[in-house]
């Protein structure tokens, strides 16, 4: 089980997809004492794993003393950033905190595009950077690429870059429309490509020894097993299941791209919200509909409920439109 904090809404840099328009602190972002009496509570609902990300995580004063804390407790901390602030100082004093791995976000090996899309000049140098200090550090680097339509053509390559670097696994995420994203919908790659897309990851990944994972793709498992291949991941999406994601205000909600608040830690322990809401029982009973419910995938893959949620008029439970899969059920009835 996992877990992701976006510890701050502070970010320096402004990405054209970023699920929380991040940028300027928010009002009211958990204080540090609230901060550890919710992290407490997740290492008591079971959670093993827990993400520190942003915005940009550094850039929040005590995230030191709470990536202490997790570990402390016997959380495994890792980090996601986007690098430009990690400088060997920086990155020391996450490895003495605690911080187990760390996962940057490299978008296409043409510096300018990446820096276009990352908002920010010199972006991909200043990442570049920021990886060998975390490395340098002892601090293992995952590398993570958002696919586009104009970025697709170079998984391959960022995949092969990835391993010059150093990185001990490389996640290719597909877009979601949410937050900023909502305005790239026409970028986003659609269910034929998505399929041809997750294929040639996988394809990849049977030629590398470094891992490869398409997230927010759960078809990947099916498309992996009708390979012949066997992968460490046994379930696609998890959102409700075995993740979900925390607000800097510390809003609660099913994972980042399905943005529907499910209480507040200040109002209500996180434990009793992951074990009570409604919605997450919902998402844990995997009666979904559509397709999905005959899939005989369904309990590995369970499509991805964000994109059921928003292409279904806000049906969680609905199927995922993105799968071009005809279930065994579905073909018994043709």
């Known amino acids: 089980m996992l877990i992701s904090w976006n510890s701050t809404n502070q970010c320096n840099l402004y990405c054209e997809h970023c699920y929380r328009d991040a940028g300027a602190r928010l009002e009211e972002e958990l204080s540090t004492a609230e901060a550890c009496k919710m992290i407490q509570e997740i290492k008591e609902a079971g959670f093993k794993i827990m993400i520190f990300s942003g915005g940009e995580p550094v850039m929040r ?13 016997g959380l495994r901390a890792v980090m ?3 690098a430009t602030l990690i400088s060997p100082d920086v990155a020391v004093k996450l490895k003495e905190a605690g911080i187990m791995a760390a996962a940057v976000s490299l978008d296409s090996l043409d510096a300018d595009k990446h820096d276009r899309f990352r908002g920010l000049p010199q972006a991909f140098d200043m990442t570049i950077k920021g990886i060998k200090n ?7 680097v995952q590398i993570n690429t958002t696919v586009m339509d104009w970025n697709v053509d170079e998984i391959e390559a960022l ?9 001990v696994a490389y996640h290719v995420f597909f877009l979601v429309p949410t937050g900023r994203a909502i ?13 041809k897309t997750i294929k040639r990851l996988m394809k990849k990944q049977q030629q590398v020894d470094v891992e490869i994972k398409p997230t927010c793709a759960p078809q990947f498992i099916r498309i992996a097993e009708m390979m012949g291949m066997k992968l460490r991941f046994t ?3 998890l959102a409700g299941i075995n993740y979900c994601i925390i607000s800097p205000r510390g809003d609660v909600q099913p994972c980042a791209y399905l943005d529907i608040p499910l209480g507040n830690v200040r109002d209500q322990a996180f434990d009793e919200i992951w074990q ?25 893959c369970g ?3 964000a994109r059921a949620y928003y292409y279904s008029n806000k049906d969680y439970m609905a199927e995922d439109e993105w799968c071009l899969y005809r279930p065994k059920g579905a073909r018994k009835h043709e």
Request: with cysteine.
């Open 303 to 305: 499509g991805c409920r």
């Open 61 to 73: 004063p005590d995230i030191y003393e709470l990536i202490a804390y997790a570990s402390k407790i």
């Open 134 to 140: 975390l490395q340098e550090a002892g601090i293992p």
């Open 159 to 167: 995949c092969d870059y990835a391993i010059e670097l150093g990185a």
């Open 235 to 237: 379930r696609g999406c």
């Open 276 to 300: 009570n809401n409604q919605l997450l029982l919902d998402l844990r009973t995997m009666d979904y509909s559509g397709k999905c419910g005959i899939c005989e995938y369904k309990l590995k």
């Open 80 to 82: 996601g950033t986007n």
């Open 183 to 195: 305005n790239m919908e026409e970028e986003a790659l659609r269910v034929q490509a998505y399929e």
